[in-house]
């Protein structure tokens, strides 16, 4: 098994928030996220958190010195 780079320390208010609004609109938490990233430099990776419905929310993010970039996308569950 590889070893999960960090997430950031800070998450962003608006990345609180867009969590906030995600599980509002999908059913509240559903199972627990899985995270991703670079195994040396820990510059760049990502998250997810599950929807009661199945849907996911990503964030992809990625550090250049010291700031922390952000992406978010939705992704529906299979079918």
């Known amino acids: 098994m590889t070893e999960k780079a960090p997430l950031p320390t800070v998450m962003s208010r608006d990345g609180e928030d867009r969590i906030t609004d995600f ?3 999908h059913g509240g938490p559903g199972r627990i996220g899985e995270q991703e990233g670079d ?14 419905d199945g849907h996911r ?3 992809e993010w990625s550090r250049a010195g010291d ?6 996308s939705e992704i529906s569950p299979e079918k």
């Open 23 to 25: 599980f509002a609109r």
């Open 67 to 72: 700031k922390t970039f952000m992406n978010f």
């Open 57 to 59: 929310l990503r964030c």
């Open 39 to 52: 195994e040396e430099l820990h510059t760049r990776g990502w998250s997810e958190v599950y929807a009661a």
